[in-house]
Nanobody, 126 residues
Framework: QVRLVESGGGSVQPGGSLRLSCTISGRILRLYAIGWFRQAPGNEREVVSCVSGDGKTTSYIDSVKGRFIVSRDNVKDTAYLQMDSLKPEDTAVYYC???????????????????WGQGTQVNVSS
């Protein structure tokens, strides 16, 4: 059974920073892609970023480019989302998810992620 646990959420003022972590356990290959998603109240869940199995490929939605950095540590089976210059519109529950792709150097912002964590709340307000 695959289990994902997010942590690192909290409340910050606009312009602040948070680092989210996603720890993965269970019988899953270390070559899976990891995606970060978020869902604000009243909104649909949206993808934010992804990182490939080998950590060499990343992708971001336009609204977070230059502010968020995704990474992973395959020794620790943990992914990270460093969020800087946070804005009130970043307020949401953030989720991580995994999926297997054809190549460990691929990641995708498209649907199809298979296993999900329970989410961690991020609040950005003054």
């Amino acid at each position: 059974q695959v289990r994902l646990v997010e942590s690192g959420g909290g409340s910050v003022q606009p312009g602040g920073s948070l680092r989210l972590s996603c720890t993965i356990s269970g019988r899953i290959l270390r070559l899976y892609a990891i995606g970060w998603f978020r869902q604000a109240p009243g909104n649909e869940r949206e993808v934010v970023s992804c990182v490939s199995g080998d950590g060499k490929t990343t992708s971001y939605i336009d609204s977070v480019k230059g502010r968020f950095i995704v990474s992973r540590d395959n020794v620790k089976d943990t992914a990270y989302l460093q969020m800087d210059s946070l804005k009130p519109e970043d307020t949401a529950v953030y989720y991580c998810a995994v999926r297997l792709l054809a190549s460990p150097s691929m990641c995708t912002l498209t649907p199809g992620y298979e296993y999900w964590g329970q989410g961690t709340q991020v609040n950005v307000s003054s």
